[in-house]
């Protein structure tokens, strides 16, 4: 039975499927050519990350060749998941692989914000040998973490990650989630210890109204859930981290409060014309920007490949 990377999988992941007897395809085939592609092959499973799409119209034109989409990651925007499903066609993900690689993106941006290393690292090259002064006054205004309360909207496997890496740094938290219930928190150390505690959720406006910096991770890309309504409710000099989906954030309202100084800063790894961001958001002193790297470290390469292995081999072996 053949699968097709098309985005790609890790060789642990590769190496698992072919011991159990599979053949693993990892051409990147073009979207407009891929129905073609995976008839001509006898592609019986097809493996995706956000670069290929799996609509409908592609389904129908497979007439019932494809017995499983895999999606390496945990949005499914990209999948038609329910006809899929319609069809008798297994839809698996990897919702757990990648939340540390996020939460750790996260921090990566915050600590980066707070004490402008978005800014830094790019003029500190041009003008670090001739206005160091100016530039150490300039970035002299940075704070810490420690003290100041971290709203997260959206309390999955993500958000709980944030919210564990959040209390390591002495921060406050505020939680929203469609689920008002509490959530029993554990907070693992290197040494195998750890400690729980229980966070209950509280109401979408308490979160904007009392936080130093919202996260977001919340799935449904193109519906803004952040725009000059939100913006207006949150702390002045506030800062926003979405590493969720594009378009969830208004850019035109956030970049249009950064610019009047009612936010402070912002960090972005996702955009709502990926793969063509924006030039306003990507020319704004006020932004941390990267390219949708959240699941992108070795490790969640790693699990995503080898979950998605075990999943295809229950499923179709």
Known sequence: MKVLANDGISPSGKQKLEAAGFEVDTTTVA???LANYIKENNVSALLVRSA????KELMDELNG?????????????????????????????????????????????????????????????????????VLKKNYGAGSELKG????????????????????????????????PNPVELT??????????????????ETVLKTSDFISLHVSGAGNALIGKKEIAMMKDRAGIVNTARGGIVDEV?????LDEGKLRYAALDVFVNEPNPAMKVLMSPYTSLTPHIGAATM?????????LADQIISLLK
């Open 299 to 307: 490790e969640a390469q790693d699990r995503i490949g080898e979950e």
């Open 31 to 33: 979207q407009n050519q």
């Open 65 to 133: 060749q494809l017995k499983l989409i895999g999606r390496g990651g945990v949005g499914m925007d990209n999948i038609d998941v329910e006809y899929a499903r319609s069809k008798g066609i297994h839809v698996i993900n990897t919702p757990a692989a990648s939340s540390r690689s996020v939460a750790e993106l996260v921090f990566a941006h915050l600590l980066g914000m707070v004490r402008f290393l978005f800014d830094s690292n790019q003029k500190m090259p041009l003008e670090g040998d001739t206005h160091f002064k």
């Open 187 to 204: 907070i693992p150390f290197a040494d195998g210890q750890s400690i729980k505690t229980v966070i209950t959720p509280v109401d979408f």
């Open 52 to 55: 290929t799409t799996v609509r």
């Open 253 to 257: 309202d956030l970049i249009a409060a």
């Open 148 to 179: 100041k309360t971290l709203g997260i909207i959206g309390f999955g496997r993500i958000g709980r990650e944030v919210a564990a890496m959040a209390y390591g740094l002495g921060m406050k938290l505020a939680v929203h989630d469609n689920d």
